[in-house]
């Protein structure tokens, strides 16, 4: 629950990592909704090979390591995908998520 709860606590250096090898290049297509940053504890596998698109076709799941999840999601009406559901269905852990932009405005407040 630690990263939960502090959020970005032990994690700034990094996201930057992560921010500055964009990974969202080429994940997304017309249909994107939003690019996200899933947190959750712990190093669990995941149980099928990333990248993983969920059974309505509204999450990818494309990099998973270290209590961090990337996802690309899509709106279906008026419903978005949502990587917080999926993560913690799969993993059986609390997750929360933010969108990689609000990801980028905390590490440039870091700086």
């Not at 149980?47 to 076709?57: A, E, F, M, V």
């Amino acid at each position: 629950m630690e990263r939960l709860e502090a959020g970005l606590d032990a994690a700034p250096g990094q996201l930057t990592e992560i921010l500055d090898r964009d990974p969202f290049a080429g994940a997304g297509d017309e249909r994107t909704y939003r690019e996200t940053f899933t947190f959750f504890d712990g190093g669990q596998e995941f149980g099928t090979p990333i990248p993983w698109t969920n059974d309505r076709g509204d999450v990818d799941i494309i990099e998973l390591a270290d209590g961090v999840a990337l996802s690309v999601i899509r709106r279906t009406g008026t419903r978005a995908g949502s990587p917080t559901a999926e993560v913690e269905a799969r993993l059986e852990v609390p997750a929360t998520t933010r969108t990689a932009g609000t990801v980028r405005r905390l590490i440039q407040a870091f700086r």
